[in-house]
Protein backbone atom coordinates (compact mmCIF):
# COMPACT_ATOMS: atom_id res chain seq x y z
CA UNK A 1 0.00 0.00 0.00
CA UNK A 2 1.55 3.59 -1.10
CA UNK A 3 0.90 5.75 2.30
CA UNK A 4 0.84 9.45 2.04
CA UNK A 5 3.31 11.79 3.85
CA UNK A 6 0.97 12.31 6.81
CA UNK A 7 -0.35 8.33 6.84
CA UNK A 8 3.88 7.72 7.09
CA UNK A 9 4.54 10.25 10.07
CA UNK A 10 1.57 9.19 11.67
CA UNK A 11 2.56 5.15 11.76
CA UNK A 12 6.17 6.03 12.44
CA UNK A 13 5.89 8.86 15.36
CA UNK A 14 3.00 5.83 16.95
CA UNK A 15 5.26 3.16 16.91
CA UNK A 16 8.64 5.41 17.92
CA UNK A 17 6.55 6.50 20.77
CA UNK A 18 5.44 3.11 21.92
CA UNK A 19 8.83 1.84 21.57
CA UNK A 20 10.41 4.98 23.77
CA UNK A 21 8.04 3.40 26.20
CA UNK A 22 9.29 -0.32 26.33
CA UNK A 23 7.81 -1.97 23.42
CA UNK A 24 9.91 -4.72 21.77
CA UNK A 25 11.23 -4.09 18.46
CA UNK A 26 10.06 -6.22 15.68
CA UNK A 27 13.36 -6.20 13.86
CA UNK A 28 16.47 -7.04 14.38
CA UNK A 29 18.36 -3.34 15.08
CA UNK A 30 21.74 -3.00 14.18
CA UNK A 31 23.77 -2.23 16.33
CA UNK A 32 24.54 1.74 15.96
CA UNK A 33 20.78 2.88 15.80
CA UNK A 34 19.30 3.57 19.52
CA UNK A 35 17.18 6.19 18.61
CA UNK A 36 13.47 4.99 18.94
CA UNK A 37 12.59 7.33 15.64
CA UNK A 38 15.45 5.34 13.90
CA UNK A 39 14.16 1.93 14.85
CA UNK A 40 10.45 2.98 13.90
CA UNK A 41 11.79 3.72 10.98
CA UNK A 42 13.64 0.99 10.01
CA UNK A 43 11.01 -1.23 10.80
CA UNK A 44 8.74 1.22 8.99
CA UNK A 45 11.12 0.52 5.64
CA UNK A 46 10.45 -3.16 6.43
CA UNK A 47 6.97 -3.09 6.46
CA UNK A 48 6.95 -4.79 9.83
CA UNK A 49 5.07 -2.27 11.80
CA UNK A 50 1.45 -3.74 12.39
CA UNK A 51 -0.63 -0.65 12.04
CA UNK A 52 -3.39 -0.47 9.46
CA UNK A 53 -4.22 2.95 7.70
CA UNK A 54 -8.37 3.11 7.15
CA UNK A 55 -9.39 5.60 4.40
CA UNK A 56 -12.98 6.79 3.90
CA UNK A 57 -13.65 7.13 0.21
CA UNK A 58 -14.59 10.24 -0.79
CA UNK A 59 -14.27 12.53 2.16
Do not use: C, H, W
Amino acid sequence: MNYTRFEKARIVGARALQISMGAPSLIKIPKDVIAPIDIAMLEFKEDAIPITVKRIEGA
